[in-house]
Structures are given as structure tokens and as C-alpha cells.
DNA sequence: GCATGATCATGC
DNA sequence: GCATGATCATGC
């Protein structure tokens, strides 16, 4: 590890002066602020963060334990935000220090390497241009970061969590949906050299980051960058947690109406609602808000679903993810997979449901969870890649019965996890296959499918049975 | 009851 | 009319 005494960053002791700083640089291109030609001869991924350390505030690039202004106690980072309609989002997750499982085991949140480096962050945010050179990024936004007391609750129920799984000896079990708003992020190739020891088991665990999930980095860009308008919070004031972990306050708030039907709770909270979604809305409603958006797990990009367990126990429908564009996909690998992602990243909120033996439908209660890594890794991954090979180069085959259009894409019945199903308004809702993969279809009489290169919409599905599965004993019995 | 195809209800 | 979240319908 380098000294202290390395650095060179000693023209800026006060966070005023920092931020003072970083403020003269908005408005100006990457190359512009480039004094060694760095931004186009490396063309490597943190090279933009590299020229404003170098070239902007003058000291050399360094992998310490310390924050780069030490004096002041604060981060720099430099990150991207991207434009859309909504306006601008953080393009990724910020990432942060590398997690030393064998030192961090033995921390408090207090003492920790993401506490003691990441207190508080001067962010600079260049704006991210598909096809253009990173040279010609402007640098368009600044802010000086202290975690609000709201968020820092969070963030410190995430850390325990991370560090729980440590201490448990499952470090290569983490995932960054594990958590809310710190995540553990992995960081580096697959390439051996990236996995490293955990102090309390044997098995290398992949080599993660702490960062800041895109979701939370996109709140904070949106509400202290831009000012805009946040939603409701479930949690008003941190004295309401009342020392629980955010998650047990929401879980604990949906407990408490346990058994009541979802007529009791529609005229209980006024509901007027017959929408598919009742289940979630009443959920809104008990956690306290008026909406359907809650600030928290926006923020955390929590995906809220309703599950209703019949009264023999069993799940009856499967859980649909967003459609997908063959085309979309036949571009993409597993590893940045859109579907991968969605389950290697978010956190979910089950909120269950079960008919009781008069098939009066009642409130169980809620659960937190995220896909365990290996059967996202393993399960998922080949179900994607069988339906990855399908629309690359391969053979769809539709056989029409009896006006029924069946399908050779990945089915339910072929893995544990996960499977390939239509959503869409109808099956002539449909996308165009990509140049290459073929589609035959045979048929009864009873209907014959009109096109050669498009399908009927599909997405993935978590498989029912898995969900269940997956399910705290509570809710199975 | 399960598997799979097909479609609904709402909000924008 | 679509995106989203969810549920329906049918044959076996």
C-alpha cells in the first residue's frame, strides 16, 4: 500500500476547496481538461476518473485505503449520467473500494473500509454519449455527497448484511441484490486472479466492490443534482424504524393486517380498485402511502409482486418479468444480459396472499427477497442461453392444434428455476426475429401463422413451483 | 392440478 | 395503443 506522504493532493485540504475545485470543471470536455493525453491513449474503463485526479487535481492515481483527500475525508468519483425522456440518470452504479473479505469480517460499520474511505463523495458527473469519444464527454454536474440520515439507515442495514454474509462464510454467496442501496458489486474479469479468500470458509469467493446501486445513484442525481420532486417515503422520520432494519418496518407493517381479506382491506382503505394489481396497491396503502410509487423502493429499485398461494399450498401462476425484442437479445451475453442483470441487481418485495377453504382471498404478509447466486448462475443462465441460441442462428418451430400455437422455446417443465412464455396483448402481438434464425411452422387447418420472421412477444418467467420454493415456511406450511 | 398458450385491466 | 403487472383458459 502506498503512504500517505504519495500523495500529492495537498493543494486541497477543506471540502469547500474541493468542491470549489470540481466546480470550475463543469463545462469542460475531458480532453480539454487532460494534461498528459491520457483520455486517448488509454481508452480503459476509469480513465476519465484517472484525468481528473492527474490532471484536474494534481495527484497521482493510487489504490489506498484512504479517501483521496484525506485531509478532508473525501472520495472523488467521477461517473457518467445518461439522458432520457425522464430526464438524466446515473448511466451505472457507482463503484467503490474493493472489499477485503478477510479484514472487513472483523470491522464495525464504524470502522469499516467503505465508512472510512466513502463518508463523503465529491461527485462529478460527465454526460455519457453513445459513439462518441470519452475525450468529448463534458463534464455537466457537481455535488458534494453526505449521506442523508434516511438513506444512511439503509445503507448501514446493507453493510450488515454484507458483512453478515462474510462473517457466515459465504462471501461468494454475496450478491448485489443481497441489498438496498450499498451493494456488493462484482469487480474484475472471471479470470481466476479476481477470486479471493474469506476468513471463514475455504471456497474463494468472487473478488466485489462496494458501490452505489445505479437505482439509489440515480435518486441522488435526480433530487440533489436536479432537484426533482421525490416520491412519498414510507418512512417519514428514522425514529419511526424504531432500531429496525427498514425491511422488518415494511414486513412488520404488512404483518399486522394479516388474515384480513382483500375486501376488508379494500373498504378498510378505500379502495376502489379492481385492477390486476389490488394486491400491490393495498400493499401501498398499509405501508402509508397514497400513490403507487414509495421513495425507498424506488429508489432501491425494489420490484414489488403479489403472489396468491391457493389453499392447498401450492402457486398457481408463474411470475412475469417484461417482454423482451428478439432482436434485443440476440445481441446481448449472458453476463450483460437485461434478464441476468434484473435478477443479479434487484431486491424484491413478495407480497403474499392465500385463499382460505371458502376461497376467500387473505393477506399473509410480506418478504424481502433475491435470487440466490447459483440458480441464477447455473438454472437461469442455461434457460437464457437455450433461448439465447433459439434467436441466434436458430430453429423456432411452431406446431398449430386446434387453433393453438405451440412453441419449442424453453418450457417449465425443462428447468427448475425459470422459463419462456408469451406477454403481450394477444399472440398477433408480435417482434421480428433476427436475420438468421428461422421459423417453420406446421399446422391442423385450424390456423396458420402469417409471418416467417416474427413471433408472438415473450418474456421470462420465474417458474411457480421455484417461487414457492423460495418462500419463508410461514408463508408454506 | 399442471403446463402452456392467450389475454386482461389499468394508466398514461 | 402500448407498457406493465397480472391472471385467465384449455387440454391432458
Known amino acids: 500500500m502506498k503512504k500517505l506522504t504519495d500523495h500529492k493532493n495537498i493543494e486541497y485540504k477543506t471540502q469547500e476547496e474541493i468542491l470549489l475545485r470540481g466546480a470550475e470543471a463543469v463545462g469542460k470536455t475531458i480532453r480539454q481538461i487532460d494534461k498528459y493525453g491520457r483520455v486517448d491513449t488509454d481508452g480503459v474503463k476509469g480513465g476519465i476518473g484517472h484525468v481528473i485526479e492527474e ?38 452504479r457507482l463503484v467503490l473500494n474493493i472489499i477485503n473479505y478477510m479484514e472487513e469480517a472483523y470491522t464495525t460499520f464504524d470502522t469499516s473500509s467503505f465508512w472510512h474511505k466513502n463518508k463523503r463523495l465529491m461527485l462529478l458527473f460527465y454526460e455519457y454519449m453513445p459513439g462518441s469519444h470519452p475525450g468529448d464527454f463534458k463534464i455537466i454536474e457537481k455535488l458534494l455527497y453526505k449521506y442523508p440520515a434516511d438513506d444512511l439507515a439503509i445503507i448501514k442495514d446493507d453493510w450488515e448484511k ?38 471463514f470458509s475455504d471456497i474463494l469467493a468472487k473478488q466485489r466492490a462496494y458501490c452505489l446501486k445505479n437505482k439509489y445513484m440515480t435518486y441522488v442525481v435526480k433530487k440533489y443534482v436536479f432537484g426533482e420532486a421525490q416520491d412519498e417515503k414510507i418512512i417519514k422520520n428514522v425514529a419511526d424504524l424504531g432500531g429496525r432494519s427498514f425491511e422488518s418496518f415494511v414486513t412488520d407493517k404488512l404483518a399486522a393486517y394479516k388474515g384480513k381479506s382483500v375486501e376488508e382491506l379494500k373498504s378498510l382503505f378505500q379502495i376502489n380498485s379492481n385492477a390486476k394489481s389490488l394486491g400491490a396497491i393495498i400493499a401501498y396503502k398499509i405501508l402509508g402511502i397514497k400513490g403507487n410509487k414509495a421513495a425507498e423502493l424506488e429508489s432501491a429499485g425494489v420490484m414489488v409482486k403479489t403472489i396468491r398461494v391457493r389453499c392447498n399450498g401450492t402457486i398457481k401462476e408463474s411470475m412475469s418479468f417484461p417482454p423482451f425484442k428478439f432482436r434485443d437479445l440476440a445481441a446481448e451475453s449472458w453476463e450483460d444480459s437485461t434478464f441476468g442483470n434484473t435478477l443479479r441487481e434487484t431486491r424484491f418485495l413478495f407480497v403474499i396472499y392465500r385463499y382460505d377453504h371458502n376461497n376467500v382471498l387473505r393477506l399473509m404478509g410480506g418478504q424481502f427477497w ?65 436475420d438468421g434464425t428461422t421459423l417453420e411452422s406446421t399446422s391442423d387447418g385450424s390456423f396458420f401463422w402469417p409471418y416467417k420472421d416474427k413471433l408472438t412477444t415473450q418474456c421470462f418467467w420465474l417458474n411457480s413451483d421455484y417461487i414457492l420454493s423460495q418462500l419463508d415456511n410461514q408463508f408454506k406450511q
Not at 453478515?164 to 481466476?192: P, V
Open 55 to 92: 490532471s484536474w487535481y494534481g495527484y497521482q492515481i493510487n489504490s489506498d485505503a484512504e479517501p483521496d483527500f484525506p485531509e478532508a475525508g473525501v472520495e472523488l468519483k467521477v461517473t457518467g449520467l445518461v439522458k432520457d425522456k425522464t430526464g438524466y440518470r446515473a448511466k451505472e
Open 162 to 199: 454484507i458483512v453478515g454474509k462474510i462473517r457466515a462464510g459465504k462471501a461468494h454467496e454475496l450478491s448485489e441484490g443481497d441489498t438496498l442501496y450499498l451493494g456488493a458489486c462484482t469487480k474484475g474479469a472471471t479470470a481466476a486472479s479476481s477470486f479471493r479468500k474469506q476468513p
Open 370 to 434: 433475491n435470487i440466490p447466486y447459483d440458480d441464477l448462475e447455473t438454472h437461469v443462465k442455461y434457460m437464457w442461453e437455450r433461448m439465447h441460441g433459439l434467436v441466434s442462428c436458430g430453429q423456432i418451430k411452431l406446431t398449430i392444434k386446434q387453433n393453438v400455437v405451440y412453441n419449442n422455446l424453453p418450457a417449465k417443465t425443462e428447468n427448475p428455476v425459470a422459463h419462456v412464455r408469451p406477454h403481450g396483448t394477444n399472440r398477433m402481438t408480435v417482434n421480428p426475429l433476427p
